[in-house]
Each structure stands twice: as C-alpha cells, then as structure tokens.
C-alpha cells in the first residue's frame, strides 16, 4: 500500500483553539500587558486547580499555598518562570484593583538596579514595590516571604480601604 501523502499546514496560517490559552503565545511584560499575564494565570489556576482567584487581598493567601504546592513538586525556578511570572502579575493586580497602584517600567522608577523584572508598581509620590520579585523570592524561600504579608507591609494604610477597581 502507497504512503499517503499528508499536507502540513504552516503554523502562520493555523487558527490557535479559542479554547486553549496554554498555547497562546507569551506576552511580555510592560506595564500594558501585566493585567493580561495576570488574567491568564487566573484562567490557568482555575483550569489546573478549579477555582478562580479574586483579585482580593485575601485571595494571596491562596497564592501563597499555589506556590508551596508548585515548589512542593520539585520543580525549580527555571521550570516554572511563566506562572511565577504571571503570578506576580497576579499579586500586582490585586494592588492595582484594591490599592490603587499602577503598574510602570522598572527603569522610569529607578529600580533597574535592585529588580530584574521590568515592571513594578508605584503609587503617587514615587513609593514602589516588586510583586513579582516578591512572588520569585516566595517561591525560593518560602513561607517567611509571604505574598499575603507583602500586601500588609506594603500597601500604604491610606490606600488599604480604597475603593476596589471592577475593571
């Protein structure tokens, strides 16, 4: 019997599966795309464990346990930079939402020194934070660098009873 012959479809002229956002292709991080990135891991955290994070400071005590949970299977930081990463989107967005932060480049808050992500938060008078580094340190160190804790030491008290956002 013949070898049939099958015809490839170049990946440039495949639709990608609505459905399927593991194989959306990677955004980068600006201050633009970070609530994007943080939208995926929720949609990923949600199909990968079955509930939907909030965007409530309470929800990253939810975070704290993903990661424990991503760290407990042995995978190492090198293997898991897309959800760490989208994580930390994740945590800024509940600053952003509940806090009334702003996402900005690293570079425009003097921060390209201490941080090697290129987008952190600020609010107004200069006062910025890394979640994402912090979601990274987490994950390295574990429970001592608490995601949930961080919203607590960092968020300025004037800013912790501000009107959530329902972007």
């Keep these: 019997m013949p070898a049939r012959a099958t015809r490839r479809v170049p990946a440039s ?10 194989k959306a292709p990677a955004l980068r991080l600006t201050p633009s795309t970070a609530a994007q990135v943080a939208e995926r ?6 199909r990968k464990f079955g509930f939907r994070l909030q965007y409530t400071p ?3 005590i939810l975070v704290d346990a993903i990661i424990d949970k991503v760290k407990a299977t042995g995978a190492t930081e090198q293997q898991a930079p897309g959800l760490l990463s989208g994580l ?3 945590v800024g967005e509940v600053l952003v939402r509940n806090a009334r932060a702003s996402w900005r ?3 425009e808050m003097g921060m390209s020194e201490s941080c090697r992500f290129p987008i952190v938060l600020a609010w107004p008078g200069a006062t910025a934070c890394d979640p994402i580094g912090r979601v990274f340190q987490r994950f390295g160190s574990g429970p001592a660098d608490s995601v949930a804790l961080f919203y607590e030491t960092t968020v300025p008290r004037d800013r912790r009873d501000a009107e959530p956002r329902r972007d």
Excluded: K, M, N
């Design 88 to 90: 930390g989107c994740y």
């Design 58 to 60: 309470e929800s990253l």
């Design 13 to 22: 002229h495949r639709q990608a599966d609505p459905e399927d956002r593991s």
């Design 105 to 107: 480049w690293t570079a």
């Design 41 to 46: 891991s929720v949609a990923f955290i949600e």
